[in-house]
């Protein structure tokens, strides 16, 4: 048990499908972050949120849309994705934004036919 | 740009010895370095973190090495154990930087 639950654990979707992944920290945490986990590549950023403030888009594509609500729940709500968007959809928490270890759920595994 | 690589994609132990994965860093700015283990359909589990400031830290069964001469970190595993079969990221940040940036990984294999 990590403290951070993500659902689902895996999803299959059509590339005009609209789905969203959730994620929930019980850490008491005050950042969150989304993160893209290919194969043979390092984790990819995409977004962070502070106190439920987005503080960082890494030039994600406008298909992949967070929202924090509070600071214990994130989302990232997907729509006409593409199949390079099959990967593995990380979230993570930390106490602050800097200079803390970052907390990783497990994972959506996201498969785009 | 700015990069965080790894030696060896993989690497093979046998039970009971100790490992050492390495890790390079490019950024001199970088003064907090996290080890991470990933095991097959989890996330990445936090193991060991160091500051700047020190030069080693010590874990159950895991050390850290830092050397910012040659910007180099590794993590050494004691006696390991099949559990410890997994995929280790190093990840690098700096102070007032809310980002990670992650290397690709070394996959551990422990040999029965």
């Known amino acids: 048990e990590t403290g951070v639950t993500q659902t689902p654990r895996h999803l299959v979707m059509g590339m005009t499908n609209k789905k969203s992944l959730k994620c929930e920290q019980h850490?008491?945490?005050?950042?969150m972050y989304w993160y893209k986990q290919s194969a043979k590549k390092p984790l990819e950023l995409m977004f962070v949120?502070?106190?439920?403030?987005?503080?960082e888009n890494n030039s994600v594509p406008s298909r992949f849309s967070p929202e924090c609500p509070n600071s214990s729940h994130l989302f990232l709500h997907l729509h006409t994705l593409q199949p390079e968007d099959s990967a593995l959809y990380l979230c993570?928490?930390?106490?602050?934004?800097?200079?803390?270890?970052?907390?990783f759920g497990d994972g959506t595994r996201l498969s785009i036919l | 740009g700015e990069s965080v690589g790894l030696h060896l994609p993989t690497l093979s132990v046998q039970e009971g010895d100790n490992s050492i994965i390495n890790c390079a860093y490019s950024?001199?700015?970088?003064?907090?370095f996290i080890w991470y283990k990933q095991e097959s359909g989890k996330g990445p589990q936090f193991i060991i973190d160091?500051?700047?400031?020190?030069d080693k830290r010590q874990g159950q069964r895991v050390t850290v090495l830092l050397n910012k001469t040659v910007k180099h970190l590794s993590l050494q595993i004691a006696a390991t154990q099949p559990g410890d079969s997994a995929v280790y990221f190093c990840?690098?940040?700096?102070?007032?930087?809310?980002?990670?940036?992650f290397g690709t990984g070394t996959r551990l294999t422990i040999i029965p």
């Open positions: 950024n001199s700015a970088s003064d907090y």
């Open positions: 949120y502070n106190f439920k403030e987005q503080t």
């Open positions: 993570a928490s930390s106490p602050t934004g800097s200079n803390q270890p970052q907390h």
């Open positions: 850490l008491g945490h005050n950042a």
């Open positions: 990840a690098e940040t700096f102070f007032g930087n809310e980002k990670l940036t």
């Open positions: 160091i500051r700047s400031n020190m």
